[in-house]
């Protein structure tokens, strides 16, 4: 069975802190897709990260940086020096190859609120 | 980038009546779209997946006869809430697979905001 586990429902930070938020998945398929996407208050899901199962290795963009390990079905998400642009609930999301059509399979998200 | 765009982005309508919702793939084909519903402080939940030419694919717990799903062009998937009532309040975001790409690549529209009175 597919399943997506942000365990942390909610995040408060103060601006310039640092933050990591947890993904963890389940999958029996060795080829799938991890997504990030952050929705602020408007509600537009925006795409941060694709990653696929096949490459592991760390990406960094700008203030933000993702680590993917198989080894502990992991995918987490870190914004370095937070600033108050950031708040907003992040989604981890998961797709399999073999289902149809790559549906996404979401976690439950983490709201993170940077306070200045 | 690929835009996809919702229509309405927002509907207040009185129990009992229909509401269609458009979703349309401006710049690319979509054989393939996604319907999510996502109640307040909850995560996305996947409805159903829309198919070009033949009919959607529900998941489990949701009503097709009450969500209607109509993919009748490689742009355009409609979604109707039929007979509404208060609990169907929601708000109901489509996502459209891009055809030139093999690896699942998708498309979010901005959503679309039903209150049902």
């Known amino acids: 069975a597919q399943k997506v586990t942000q365990a942390q429902t909610e995040i408060s930070v103060v601006e310039k802190e640092d933050v990591t938020l947890d993904c963890v998945y389940e999958t029996r398929d060795t080829t799938y897709y991890l997504f990030w996407y952050k929705q602020p208050p408007s509600g537009e899901l925006v795409f941060l990260i694709r990653?696929?199962?096949?490459?592991?290795q760390n990406e960094i963009s700008g203030r933000y940086s993702w680590n993917f390990q198989k080894s502990t079905s992991s995918f987490n998400f870190t914004i370095t020096a937070s600033q108050v642009v950031d708040s907003a609930v992040y989604f981890c999301a998961l797709s399999e190859a073999n289902n149809q059509g790559g549906k996404l399979i979401f976690g439950q998200g983490t709201e993170l609120s940077v306070k200045p | 980038g690929a835009v996809v765009s919702q229509h309405p982005s927002w509907v207040i309508c009185k129990s009992g009546t229909s509401v269609k919702i458009e979703c349309r793939s401006l710049d690319f084909q979509a054989t393939t779209m996604f319907w999510y519903r996502q109640f307040p402080k909850q995560s996305l939940m996947l409805m159903a997946t829309s198919n070009e030419g033949s009919k959607a694919t529900y998941e489990q717990g949701v009503e097709k006869d009450k969500f209607l799903i109509n993919h009748a062009s490689l742009t355009l998937s409609t979604l109707t809430v039929t007979s509404a009532h208060p609990e169907d309040s929601s708000f109901y975001i489509c996502s459209a697979r891009d055809n030139g790409f093999w690896n699942y690549e998708q498309y979010f529209g901005p959503g679309t905001r039903l209150t049902v009175t």
């Open positions: 990653r696929n199962s096949f490459d592991e």
